[in-house]
T-cell receptor, first 112, second 118 residues
């Protein structure tokens, strides 16, 4: 079946260090979305990537969509304690655009 | 602008009982999704609606689960004969649907209903 995978599962960084999470799909995606879930909260939409090779930036966050549209990454520069949470990628498959499949998430802890 | 609201926020029930959850989406959104999330996992797709039509249901969903969206606005998710394995956070999300090609399946989540089956 359709699967979206993420690595690593957990990441502990010192405040100020960089952080990257990687997302891979078993099938070609029509788009990829990233969400952040704070502890005790619900997922909140961050960004959507649609085009092959697309790169988008939001302040310290950089999002990339692979050329083959099967992988993506989120990079955070100089992490802050406010970055703590779980980051999920979520893909829509070309064969089922309306359904969004979430990855298992990468849980980020930032040590002050 | 009100977001997605879910009721109740918490539900404790005994095994074998039926439970029903409600979701009110963002008013102008015509798509509504139900997910289940367990600790350390991402939201797992259960089903979704376009207006009142249920367009897809996960094969992982047993016959004990049913969802409705009778007037294309709020939705209910019912679990019959609950089992301990049903304990999870049940998340509802809505999306703009046809209004805006690029944004149409961006998920706006509610706070969820946490179900505990004893």
């Amino acid at each position: 079946g359709q699967q979206v995978m993420q690595i690593p599962q957990y990441q502990h960084v010192q405040e100020g260090e960089d952080f990257t999470t990687y997302c891979n799909s078993s099938t070609t995606l029509s788009n990829i979305q990233w969400y952040k879930q704070r502890p005790g909260g619900h997922p909140v939409f961050l960004i959507q990537l649609v085009k092959s090779g697309e790169v988008k930036k939001q302040k310290r966050l950089t999002f990339q969509f692979g050329e083959a549209k099967k992988n993506s990454s989120l990079h955070i520069t100089a992490t802050q304690t406010t970055d703590v949470g779980t980051y999920f990628c979520a893909g829509s498959m070309e064969t089922s655009y309306d359904k969004v499949i979430f990855g298992p998430g990468t849980s980020l802890s930032v040590i002050p | 602008d009100t977001g997605v609201s879910q009721d109740p926020r918490h539900k404790i029930t005994k095994r074998g009982q039926n439970v029903t959850f409600r979701c009110d989406p963002i008013s102008e959104h015509n798509r509504l999704y139900w997910y289940r999330q367990t600790l350390g996992q991402g939201p797992e797709f259960l089903t979704y609606f376009q207006n009142e039509a249920q367009l897809e249901k996960s094969r992982l969903l047993s016959d004990r689960f049913s969802a409705e969206r009778p007037k294309g606005s709020f939705s209910t998710l019912e679990i019959q004969r609950t089992e301990q394995g049903d304990s999870a956070m049940y998340l509802c999300a809505s999306s703009p649907g046809l209004a805006g090609e690029l944004a149409k399946n961006i998920q706006y989540f509610g706070a969820g209903t946490r179900l505990s089956v004893l």
